[in-house]
T-cell receptor, first 112, second 115 residues
Framework: GENVEQHPSTLSVQEGDSAVIKCTYS??????FPWYKQELGKRPQLIID?????GEKKDQRIAVTLNKTAKHFSLHITETQPEDSAVYFC???????????FGDGTTLTVKP | NAGVMQNPRHLVRRRGQEARLRCSPM?????VYWYRQLPEEGLKFMVY????????ESGMPKERFSAEFPKEGPSILRIQQVVRGDSAAYFC?????????????FGNGTRLTVT
């Protein structure tokens, strides 16, 4: 089955700096890669997703890149703000697959 | 659209009792997933269901755990004879299409405490 590894497990940045979180996956059939943000005590919520037919997608301060050959994808947050502090999860899924496999999460702390 | 509704939000059970967790998916969503999250850990897949069918239960323990998604009514995750290790947050999610085609919409979770 699919295996998703996420790094780093914790990340601390200064407000205004950029943050990058990386994930690798094992199943070459995976073609859908969402990212979720989970604030303390709350539910995970989708922040951005990318499909395998594109290499990059951007939404304001958030961008995701995908390298299908190397089987890795990354989340980039620019101009970080304290409210970006949360746990971020990557996931990988494929059409017809039984589940989305999640990475173990990255705890991002943005220091004011 | 009310979103994914889970209840109860908090559930306390003594060891050996049964826990029933309920999940109503978003309107128009026929795919339901259950994930378990231990404190400060990731989301671990348990089971994926479509109406009346279990599609993938590879993440669910073979004993004491069961799930259903009947034609009418919410999806139910049932844990029999709970043990302390079952204490966790259980999140339900739904999607309009399969997991490879659309994002998951999560409920607020049920926090199970076994005393």
């Amino acid at each position: 089955g699919e295996n998703v590894e996420q790094h780093p497990s914790t990340l601390s940045v200064q407000e205004g700096d950029s943050a990058v979180i990386k994930c690798t996956y094992s199943d070459s059939a995976s073609n859908y890669f969402p990212w979720y943000k989970q604030e303390l005590g709350k539910r995970p919520q989708l922040i951005i997703d990318i499909r395998s037919n594109v290499g990059e997608k951007k939404d304001q301060r958030i961008a995701v890149t995908l390298n299908k050959t190397a089987k890795h994808f990354s989340l980039h947050i620019t101009e970080t703000q304290p409210e970006d502090s949360a746990v971020y999860f990557c996931a990988a899924g494929s059409t017809g697959a039984g589940k989305s496999t999640f990475g173990d999460g990255t705890t991002l702390t943005v220091k004011p | 659209n009310a979103g994914v509704m889970q209840n109860p939000r908090h559930l306390v059970r003594r060891r050996g009792q049964e826990a029933r967790l309920r999940c109503s998916p978003m309107k128009g969503h026929s795919h339901v997933y259950w994930y378990r999250q231990l404190p400060e850990e990731g989301l671990k897949f348990m089971v994926y269901l479509q109406k009346e069918n279990i599609i993938d239960e590879s993440g669910m323990p073979k004993e004491r755990f069961s799930a259903e998604f009947p034609k009418e009514g919410p999806s139910i995750l049932r844990i029999q004879q709970v043990v302390r290790g079952d204490s966790a947050a259980y999140f339900c999610a739904s999607s309009p299409d399969g997991p490879g085609d659309s994002p998951l919409h999560f409920g607020n979770g049920t926090r199970l405490t076994v005393t």
